[in-house]
C-alpha cells in the first residue's frame, strides 16, 4: 500500500501512513540519532579552524546567537511532529500542508542537502578514520578513498540488525560525551589561562577585511554546527509514541549538542593563547595538537578514536537520516518506486544503497579543492534553504488555516505564531548570509562559480525541478 497524493495533502490530523517500517525506537534512541547527527565533535572540529582563521576569534558570541535561533526553527519542527509524526519530516509536512509541487521542490532540495551532507561527513570523517589507522591523509586522492572506506562502514551499520546501529550510535554518544565533553572540562579547570573576556575578543584580526564582515561570517559558518536535529523527525514511522517523543527527541538533541559545543569551544579558546589557535587553525586538524600540548603526545591515539567513532555515529545517522527521505519520496511516486521497498527486517535497502552510492560520487568532487568546497557549501546552505521552506510553510499553513496546531501533542497558543515568524526570518537570513559570496573565505585563485556556489547549485536544483514538474503536467494534460 502506497500513499496517495489525496492523502498527502490532507490536512487531517491523523495521515493515513504504511505501517512499512519498525518501531523499534523509544525516546532515548530518537534522541541519540538527533545528536550522533549534530554532534558536537563534528560540528565544533569541522568550524574552529575556519572560524578563527577568517574571524581571528570572538566567534563565541556568534555561536550562542545561532544557537538560540536554530532552538526556534526546532521549536517549529517539534510542534509539526506532534501533529505529523511521519517518515520524511520536513519534506512530508511541505508536501502536506504546501501541497504537491511544493512537497516536490522541498524534497529534492531536502534530499540533495541532506546527501552534500553526509559528503561532507564522509570526506572530513574519512581524514580521522585514516589517521587513527596510521595513513597519511594528505593527498585529495587519499582522502577519497578514507571517506569511501567511511561510507562503507556506515552503510553496513544501517544494513546490520537495529540493535547494532543503536549500539553504535549510543557508543558514539558516549564517545562525544566522556571524551571531547571530559577533555573540555579537564581544560577549562586545569589548564585555563584567560579571563572570560577572551571568548569575545580579536574578533576582526583574520583574512574578514571589518569586524562587522567577521561576525556576519562567523554566524554563517556557525550554522553548520547546529543542524540535522530534524533526523529525529524523518525516523518519526520508527519511533514509538512519535506524536509525543519525537518532539521531546528535537529538543534535546539540539539542547544537548549546543550546551557541549558552546561549553567546549569556549574551553578551548580559554585554554590556548590566541597565536596557538591561529596557527593550529592553518592545518587540517587544528583541535589535536592543542590537546596533545596540554595533555602529552600519549593522548593523541586515545582522542583520534574517539573522534572517529563519533564521526562514524554522525555518519551513520545521516544514512538513516537521508535514506528515509528518500522511502517517503518513493512511496509517493516522487522518485523510483523501487526505493521505497523495505526487507523482511523492515529496512529500506534499497533507499539506503541509493543513498551511500550518491553520497560515494559526491566524494569524487575531493579530488579538486574548488569542487568539494562547493559540495561542503552547499550542504548547509541547502539545509538552511529547507529551514526557510518549513517554517515559511508551516506559517502560511498556520495563517490561512491549513493547519491548527491546537490539535498536535505540543500546545504554544500564541507564542507558536510568535516563534514560527522569528524562526522563519532567520532561516532566510541564515541562508543569504551562508550563500554570500566571500573572497577572503575562499583561497586566493578559488574560480568564480566557488564564490556563488550555494546559488548556483540550488538555483540549478530548483530549475531542474522546475522543467520535471512543467513536462510531467505537459503529459497529463
Partial sequence: MSITPQQSTSTSNEPAIPDKLHRSMGVWHSFTLGFAVVSPVVGLYAIIGVQTTVTGGGWFAALAICLVMQLLVATVYAELSSQFPIAGGAYKWS????????GQYAGVIYVC???AMLTTTAYTGGIWLGTFWGSTVGSGGMMVFWGAVFLLI??????AHVNVFKSIIALGVYAEIIGSFGIALLLFFFFRQHSFSELFQHMGTGTAPTEMAAFMTALAIAGWAFIGFDACSTTAEETHQPKRMVPRAIFLALSAVGAVVLFNSAALILAFDHDALVDASKTSDPVTPLIAS???AWIEKPFA???MIAFLACGASVVKYTSRIVYSMAREGNMPIVLSNVTVGKTPRNAILFTVTMAGLGLLFGLNDGAVATVIAFGTGGLYAMFAMTTGVGLFARLTGRWNPALGELKL?????VINVVAFVWSVFELINIAWPRTYVVSVDAPWWQLWAIPIVLGSILGVTTVYILINKIRKS
Fill in 95 to 102: 508536501r502536506q500542508l504546501g501541497g504537491v509541487i511544493a
Fill in 113 to 115: 542537502s541532506t546527501i
Fill in 154 to 159: 556506515c552503510m553496513f551499520l544501517n544494513l
Fill in 294 to 296: 596540554s595533555f602529552g
Fill in 305 to 307: 578514536a574517539i573522534v
Fill in 413 to 417: 497558543g500564541v507564542w507558536g505564531l
